[in-house]
């Protein structure tokens, strides 16, 4: 039994310890995208958010673009994710294309998105 015990702890310890990030490794991520492909992500987004040194709260989490760490790439944390950049509030994080079809990048806001109808004082 106290086998069994350890075991438990081992296996406990274990996968408390890593963030295991669903992504393809070298590729950028919004933050909605990575909460999109599996729910559990949302660890390794604040981990690498924490580590930028960002705040948790959902804009970063879904608005922040993020660099999936090749396996054997230092980043801080554990998360395997590098937080690249915040792209709101003037801007919005795009799935795909907004490079040229190269990964997930800050765009434009087209007047949807986080945005709408803000008013913007000049001094």
Same mark, same amino acid.
């Given at each position: 039994?106290?086998?069994?015990?350890?075991?438990?702890?081992?296996?406990?310890?274990?996968?408390?310890?890593?963030?295991? !990030? $669903?992504?393809?490794?070298?590729?950028?991520?919004? &933050?909605?995208?990575?909460?999109?492909?599996?729910?559990?992500?949302?660890? *390794?987004?604040? #981990? *690498?958010?924490?580590?930028?040194?960002?705040?948790? %709260?959902?804009?970063? $989490?879904?608005?922040?673009?993020?660099?999936?760490?090749? *396996?054997? !790439?230092?980043?801080? &944390? %554990?998360? #395997?994710?590098?937080? $690249?950049?915040?792209?709101?509030?003037?801007? !919005?994080?795009?799935?795909? #294309?907004?490079? &040229?079809? $190269?990964?997930?990048?800050?765009? *434009?806001?087209? &007047?949807?998105?986080?945005?709408?109808?803000?008013?913007?004082?000049?001094?």
């Amino acid at each position: 039994m106290s086998r069994l015990a350890l075991i438990a702890t081992i296996i406990s310890t274990l996968t408390s310890a890593a963030f295991a !990030v $669903v992504c393809t490794q070298a590729e950028t991520y919004c &933050g909605s995208r990575l909460l999109k492909l599996d729910t559990n992500n949302r660890k *390794a987004i604040e #981990g *690498a958010l924490t580590s930028g040194r960002q705040s948790i %709260d959902d804009t970063h $989490v879904n608005q922040s673009v993020f660099w999936c760490a090749p *396996a054997g !790439v230092p980043v801080p &944390g %554990d998360s #395997g994710l590098l937080f $690249v950049t915040y792209c709101g509030p003037e801007n !919005v994080c795009q799935e795909g #294309g907004a490079l &040229g079809g $190269v990964g997930d990048a800050c765009a *434009a806001s087209t &007047g949807g998105g986080l945005n709408h109808r803000r008013h913007h004082h000049r001094h």
